[in-house]
């Protein structure tokens, strides 16, 4: 499997993935990093770098694939790439505190208003970080 920055070749692939997994209908297409096997676009994350810290999103993974790992990978491997604090919202926080989050208390730099929230579950979303170790 590689990951790695997304081409604008790759732009159909993703809005297909994003639109399987029910993630984001308007996606601007920039910053998504993908995961691919054999050329095949099995995972997507967007990644809103900030001059401080990075801001996760859209990190999905095709249905065929899920319970591999995938996702964990990918999202290992931009917090290598981005040597940074790294936010996120989210409606499984189980997920991502087995991958190192944390709970973000005080996460403010990313209204919630600018995230996806209001279109999904805004009464489970929760504000995520993980600090680089």
């Known amino acids: 499997m590689i990951i790695r920055p997304a081409t604008p070749a790759?732009?159909?692939?993703?809005?297909?993935?994003?639109?399987?997994?029910?993630?984001?209908?308007?996606?601007?297409?920039?910053?998504?990093?993908?995961?691919?096997?054999?050329h095949e676009i099995?995972?997507?994350?967007?990644?809103?770098?900030y001059p401080d810290f990075i801001f996760i999103s859209n990190l999905g993974v095709a249905k065929k694939f899920q319970k591999q790992k995938i996702a964990?990978?990918?999202?290992?491997?931009?917090?290598?790439?981005?040597?940074?604090?790294?936010?996120?919202?989210?409606?499984i926080p189980e997920f991502y505190v087995k991958?190192?989050?944390?709970i973000a208390t005080n996460f403010t730099a990313v209204p919630k208003n600018l995230?996806?929230?209001?279109f999904c579950q805004p009464e489970k979303c929760v504000a995520m970080q993980k600090l680089p170790t």
Do not use: M, R
């Open 10 to 38: 790759n732009f159909s692939a993703i809005k297909q993935l994003l639109h399987e997994l029910d993630l984001t209908e308007n996606p601007q297409l920039k910053n998504f990093w993908v995961a691919e096997i054999d």
């Open 115 to 118: 995230s996806e929230c209001q």
């Open 72 to 91: 964990s990978k990918i999202l290992q491997q931009i917090l290598e790439n981005y040597a940074k604090p790294a936010y996120l919202y989210t409606i």
């Open 42 to 49: 099995i995972g997507v994350v967007e990644i809103d770098v």
């Open 99 to 102: 991958n190192g989050f944390k």
